[in-house]
């Protein structure tokens, strides 16, 4: 390649790597960048939303969709800062973001530039994001740009995908040189790490000799794409499934053997399958304090009296929260492919030896069901949150993409929404950073032009992150907002309730004594967006549809009854205040 500009190399480079966007915000450290973008508008599109934190929210669902990395741009200091939030929701989640930041020239290294903390040590702010990315690179020169890039490009998506940081002086994007384009080589890198097969036979074993066998299946069954070799494994076995959220949709949740999340806020029949399987193969899953009901034994697992055989693309997973009896270091998808090549190689399983296992199951399946059968309501003002997700379910398709932020509304998401199919169901479970679906839905649209994408937040959520309506104006992205408004933090007010004795405080809305939030609809108006506001049960699905078919950006402002509690089927504790007893089921000790 002849002499070229930084920054038209690297634009260069992001055209040939096949990334349709950037999501970034101008800043006096990346005008250099912004001018190189500047001929090839028609190749590579410049999303600008107005704020950073949009921009990795953004980014981070595009890849969730897609399973394809797309680049977030950001000017030196604060707007990088803006970023660190976003940047850490997509690396608890494994989610890949090439983050590209700028900084002061390399000139002005040790002159405290404008915008530059440097009373430390100088242009030290990439330190910042090293514990939300995989890594940081941090190119001196220009003629160091084609393998920083490569490798960059490559490390998001192998191994354990995740946020990298490409962090730049300005000087780069406008000094030249004599640069050859060096392709990242991801595609070429195979993250299809199988196990051995010792550990294969090891599994089925064990499996096969289980007669109360349980899967456990997170996202990185999502992130390897094992949905069909999980629906196999399960018809071949007749072998239940409890999920994390991420993992969701991985199996067509209609179907009789998937029995939803496990954990604090899961459904009965996952925590009393969970609770007593003698063997369980968890499948690219994290046992966190919500999963594993504050790891009290006996509310969600009884690990090591269960036989666990973890299986997880990556190393430092493997045994963290449990002791395993086989752990195994390998990609999900590629590892179900050989499990299943196993027991093809054997005898017919014999199913009838687990059928009253499945008989237990289904007996607790009716149990729950005849207890949230009582709760059944008439539409109400304001709305019975299971109005609301028993409405999204029916109006929707298949194929739509959910993201439900952080909230309330997100732990009735997890009990009760029916998720059909792989990548639709977008949760921001690791770090649980507010925002994410908010601003999120833009990159899901993005990603899946096609689909319909409705992002359902809380009012708290949505009024962090407002500024999103004007993004989807700008670039006319037909996105949809419910605003789950039930005036106030009520996750954290229920935790107040239940922990000390009903002191609330700081986490209602109000004016006086009056509830108090603004009118959403007519703020979305203000951006340009279409809006109304719902507070009745029998208006939600028609005004939900109307949205929906609408085909421009959409705001319904659902006014949700936040006083009508989840019903908990697990515990979770804050140490050292006492845990909370689930108000269905109960604590499962067996015999030692």
Known sequence: MASIKGGEYIVDFLIREKVPYVFGICGHGNVGLLDAMYDRKSELTLISPRHEQCAGHMADAYYRVRHEPVATLTSIGPGTANLVMPLANA?????????????????????????????????????????????????PTVDALPVAMRQAMALTTSGRPGPVNLDLPFNLFQETGDLTFEPSQRALLSAR???????????????????????????????????????????????????????LGTLDMRDPLALGFVGRNGAYQANEAARRCDVLLNLGAR???????????????????????????????????????????????????????????????????????????????KQWEEHIRRKDIEPTSPMHPLQVVGDLRSVLPDTAIVLPDVGAHHNWFMQFW???????????YGYGG???????????????????????????????????????????????????????????????????????????FRKGQDRYNPDFAAMARSYGVEAMTVTKGGDFKDALAHAVALG??????????????????????????????????SRYLPEQ
């Open 193 to 247: 790490l199988g196990a051995a097969p010792e550990a294969v036979a090891a599994t089925a074993d064990m499996l096969l000799a289980a007669r109360r066998p349980l899967l456990y299946v997170g996202n990185g069954a999502t992130l390897s794409e094992a949905g069909p070799e999980l629906q196999e494994l399960v018809e071949r076995l007749q072998v239940p499934v409890v999920f994390l959220p991420n993992g």
């Open 434 to 508: 507010m925002g994410f679906g908010v601003c999120g839905v833009l990159g899901a649209k993005l990603a899946a032009p096609d689909r319909t994408c409705i992002a359902v937040c809380g009012d708290g959520g949505f009024s962090m992150t407002p500024h999103v309506l004007s993004t989807a104006v700008e670039y006319d992205i037909p996105a949809v907002w419910v605003v789950w408004n039930n005036f106030g933090w009520t996750s954290i007010r229920d935790i107040q309730s239940g922990m000390f004795g009903g002191r609330e405080i700081g986490t209602m």
């Open 552 to 585: 421009k950006p959409v705001l319904i402002d659902a006014h949700v009854n936040g006083d009508i509690h989840l019903p908990s089927t697990g515990a979770w504790q804050l140490h050292p205040t006492p845990h909370r007893e689930p108000a269905f089921g």
């Open 287 to 365: 046992f966190d304090d919500r999963s594993a009901s504050s790891w009290i034994p006996g509310y969600s697992w009884n690990i090591p009296l269960t036989r666990l055989i973890q299986v997880d693309i990556d190393q430092a997973e493997i045994g963290r929260t449990y002791p395993v009896a086989l752990g195994i270091n390998a990609d999900v998808k590629t590892f179900l492919r050989q499990l299943l090549d196993e027991i093809s190689r054997r005898s017919a399983p014999d199913i009838s030896s687990t059928a009253p296992w499945r008989a237990d199951i289904a007996a607790w399946r």
């Open 91 to 139: 690396y608890a989640d494994s989610s890949a973001v090439l983050a590209i930041t700028s900084n002061v020239p390399t000139q002005q290294t040790y002159l405290s530039a404008f915008q530059d903390l440097s009373r430390q040590n100088q242009t030290e702010f990439a330190s910042v994001l090293r514990p939300v990315v995989k890594r940081t690179f941090q190119p």
């Open 418 to 428: 029916e998720a059909r199919r792989p990548q639709t169901l977008l949760n921001a």
